[in-house]
């Protein structure tokens, strides 16, 4: 009798179930509270010139930007190296700064934080998980309306 390969005697891979998609954020009418998130590198020194930027953008399109933070990277020895990278892979920031942006939303009371710097999927899924309000960035903001 014929016996089964060793592979055939596996059972069928579960293919995982997409994740709950969560609504994009708009904007409201009304504007919404945000807070601005910006994360650059040592060599780039007009990050206040595009924070601003930023911020009037936003205002622009309605939101009222309450608190910005800056996180920078490459000023030590060490960072210059790793320049180019993110901090983390999961929250694009430190997890210093990550409580503190979480320790602005709830002193603020924001509605949501904006990234100057694009976002992965997963890095907004963790950074909203997080940060209790949706985390999103700019061009999002700007490609909604």
């Known amino acids: ?3 089964l390969r060793r592979r055939d005697r596996r059972p069928a891979r579960r293919v995982p179930s997409e994740p709950p998609r969560r609504p994009a954020f708009r904007l409201t009418a009304g504007g919404a509270d945000v807070v601005l998130v910006g994360y650059f590198s040592a060599k780039q020194k007009d990050f206040d ?3 601003a930027a930023a911020a009037t953008e936003l ?3 309605g939101a009222r930007v309450l608190a910005q933070i800056v996180q920078r990277r490459g000023v030590s020895d060490g960072g210059v190296r ?3 990278l ?5 929250t694009l920031l430190t997890y210093g700064k990550v409580r503190e942006v979480a320790q602005v939303c ?3 009371d924001a509605d949501a934080v904006v990234f100057v710097a694009p976002l992965t999927k997963r890095q907004q899924r963790t950074l909203t998980d997080i940060l209790g309000r949706p985390a999103v ?3 999002d903001v700007l490609a909604a309306d």
């Open 137 to 139: 960035s700019l061009t």
């Open 59 to 61: 205002g622009a399109h």
């Open 1 to 3: 009798m014929h016996q």
């Open 49 to 51: 010139t595009l924070m």
């Open 86 to 90: 993110p901090y983390s892979s999961r």
């Open 106 to 108: 709830d002193r603020t």
């Open 82 to 84: 790793k320049m180019g």
